[in-house]
């Protein structure tokens, strides 16, 4: 008992002999030469109109953290970095074993390198919304109750929500000024499960708004609420790639462990890519889409964002489980084992096809060139003409019944919007804050006349197609994937239901990221885990942003 007196004892004089550190207090800047210099971009949707949140206050973000980030110097920071920055999950995990880490520090850790580079106007990447008030407390917790194996799981570790996935605790708003108060709701199913496995949400990474279904030809990464996200490989420079923006850059800036983000199509692929890090974008029904803001329940699933595939791995299968109340989940709790000899995974004697109008794309080619190297067979074909006539029509009509759907039954009630159209004319109250790229989309929405009997087979024609695209290859060529670029296909693959997994791939001259994307068959997430980690290895490619 003395002993252990004493050691308390030698504990607070240690925590009172630390110097206290100055605060750190964002501030708002006069971006109005900043704009005018955007306006210059050779890329339209580059031609900001704003940077900065006109409703988002960071210092109210961190005002729960500041007693506990007072006592976390630069010092402490730097004596953590590297045993987290870059490093993969069973590295941290076993350094919290060896006692180099505990969770409360790698907490502090995140806590601290956000604040230190969202707090300056120059480095800024935009790409936080909210923050988990109980975060540190909760990783109190995880150091005393840590189990015996920790090696390749999520417990204790803090991840990023896209912010149109429900958290209790914490608002919910999809990046638009309509839910800015959508703060009482219950967790998500895929929160539920994430919680279960131990993790720590540490809080929700900015977006597209209404995760790019809202405005047309506006910037991605863009949200009323958490303003304009910014990619960390060149800042202004480089699209981030929607919808999940902020969770492509948080992963790349190391402002987390992971991130999870959405797609309906596209938007776990294009900012994975442009952020180079690892994204999937599962099968739909793979993983549930309960209290997610939705665009469409026909396409839509959530999907993990990683700074490499064994974390990716390890992350789906904290996600999955089938959920009543979403049906397409129905049968799929499968109980896969994603990291089962993972670490022995091989190219040999894997037949990839190869879109031929690709190779004209010189990182592309030497891609493939390393994958024939490793033992792979590779396979030149020219893809079915086939078109996707309808998709948005498909987005319309399922947005305009999925929408009112989620807000009826998953949103805070307080909510006083049910509709698109509440969304929009209440918008146009102050439309130059909250909706200064305008709501075109939302719009077309509105004014979408499709019957029922038309969308039926506009839907199934998409799936066919889809489909048709992938398969008729596929089988043809005996392929066990699709090899694309970035996004490419993600249209096709989306309406076919196929899993893809983007790995980073290369950097272009100018520095922009660029990623090879694997797709397979429905449900063979495992396959494409196990593709993606033997090419991950082959090229070993990946950079951390030089700012960052």
Request: charged share 20%; net charge neutral; aromatic share 8%.
């Amino acid at each position: 008992m003395k002993k252990i007196v004493v050691i308390l004892g030698i504990m607070l004089i240690v925590i009172s002999c630390k110097k206290k550190e100055l605060p750190v207090v964002f501030t708002t800047y006069d971006e109005t030469s900043e704009i005018a210099e955007q306006q210059n971009h050779e890329i339209k949707r580059m031609q900001l109109k704003l940077i900065q949140s006109n409703y988002l206050d960071m210092n109210e973000v961190f005002k729960p953290f500041e007693n506990e980030l007072a006592y976390f110097s630069e010092e402490d920071y730097n004596n953590l970095m590297p045993y987290i920055i870059e490093q993969d999950i069973p590295s941290i995990q076993e350094s919290v074993v060896k006692g180099i880490l505990s969770y409360e520090e790698i907490v502090l850790f995140y806590l601290y390198r956000i604040r230190k580079f969202e707090s300056n106007n120059q480095l800024a990447l935009h790409s936080i919304i909210s923050l988990n008030p109980s975060v540190i407390q909760e990783a109190r917790e995880k150091d005393k109750n840590r189990p015996y194996d920790t090696s390749y799981s999520l417990y204790g570790l803090p991840i990023l929500l896209k912010d149109n996935i429900n958290t209790k605790g914490m608002p919910t708003t999809a990046g638009a000024f309509a839910l800015k108060e959508n703060k009482n709701t219950d967790d998500a199913f895929i929160v539920q499960k994430l919680k279960e496995s131990g993790a720590l949400i540490l809080g929700k990474a900015n977006l597209s708004e209404w995760a790019y279904y809202f405005c047309s030809g506006c910037p991605v990464g863009y949200s009323a609420i958490g303003g304009q996200t910014l990619n960390p490989y060149g800042r202004k420079i480089f699209e981030t790639g929607g919808s999940s923006a902020g969770s492509g850059v948080s992963v790349a800036a190391n402002y987390a462990v992971a991130a999870v983000g959405t797609e309906t199509s596209g938007s776990i692929l294009s900012p994975s890519s442009k952020n180079s890090v690892v994204g999937l974008k599962p099968t739909v029904g793979l993983l549930s889409r309960t209290g997610i803001i939705p665009i469409s329940s026909t396409l839509d699933t959530p999907g993990p964002m990683t700074k490499n595939v064994i974390d990716n791995a390890i992350f789906l299968a904290a996600m999955t489980g089938e959920d009543s109340r979403d049906l397409a989940t129905k049968g799929n709790n499968m109980n896969i084992d994603y990291l089962k000899n993972l670490s022995k995974s091989t190219l040999k004697g894997k037949r990839f096809g190869i879109v031929k109008q690709l190779l004209s794309d010189s990182i592309y080619s030497i891609a493939v060139h390393k994958i024939r190297e490793a033992g792979a067979e590779i396979i030149e074909f020219d893809p079915p003409k086939i078109g996707l006539e309808g998709f948005r029509t498909l987005l319309n009509v399922d947005m305009k019944n999925d929408l009112p759907h989620y807000l009826k039954n998953d949103a805070d009630k307080s909510i006083s919007v049910t509709s698109v159209q509440d969304v929009i004319d209440l918008n146009l109250q102050d439309s130059l804050k909250r909706a200064p790229y305008g709501q075109q989309l939302f719009d077309g929405i509105v004014s979408d006349t499709t019957s029922i009997t038309s969308f039926k087979t506009i839907k199934q024609n998409l799936h066919e197609n889809g489909v048709t695209f992938f398969k008729k290859p596929m089988d043809s060529l005996n392929l066990d994937a699709v090899l694309s670029i970035n996004n490419y296909h993600a249209g096709f693959a989306a309406v076919a239901k196929y899993p893809c997994l983007t790995v980073p791939m290369g950097y272009q001259n100018s520095g922009e990221p660029i990623s090879l994307t694997f797709i397979a068959k429905p449900f063979q997430e495992q396959k494409l885990l196990q593709m993606g980690y033997a090419f991950e290895q082959i090229s070993k490619i990946r950079k951390q942003p030089k700012d960052y």
